[in-house]
């Protein structure tokens, strides 16, 4: 057992009333997706579970900053991006989902707005983020950037090689900057 499962296992897991976050995002994406929809993942890197489990209810599609989301089987297709644009026609998409990746926008008004644009009318953008009082959000904040350079992959076990971790600016990791963002954008808003 990994060190990150052995703390899992002791101050969450074990909890009374403790509820498996991805298990309920996943169900909440179906929720407010109907089966078959046109889905763009926002950040789908070269692979992860959310991807699978998206993939065997929709047409996904992809999107990324890293040239590694090429890599990402469950895609139908994938774009590489390098700002906020998004390569796509207005209305091009029933949803947008995004799992523990807008805590690394730099512009997430920029962000929204793209979103924003990209969604058919009626359509739903579904995310997941860390709130930024939480232990993880927190250490992300007082700690520079190269600090998590230097030992964040360390603590997850990943591979010498492996990417280095992402900057988190966690400017879209509150209730209240969620929704005057979601607001500005022409966003309706539903927190979970």
Known sequence: MTWQEDYL??????SP????????????????IPPGTRVLELGSGSSNPTSAYLSRRYELHG???DPGARA???LRSVEIISGTRLPF??????????????????????HLAEVSRVLAPGGAYVLRTPNSLHYVALAARVTPHWFHELVANRLRGLPPDSHEPYPTYHRLNTARSIKERAQAAGLELELC
């Open 9 to 14: 296992a002791r101050f969450y897991t074990s």
């Open 17 to 32: 009333g403790w509820k498996d976050g991805t298990s309920e995002f996943w169900a909440l994406c179906s929720e407010m």
């Open 63 to 65: 999107v990324d900053v």
């Open 72 to 74: 990402n089987e469950h």
């Open 89 to 110: 026609a207005d209305a091009s998409f029933g949803a947008c989902v995004s799992d523990y990746v807008v805590e690394h926008l730099s512009d997430p008004a920029g």
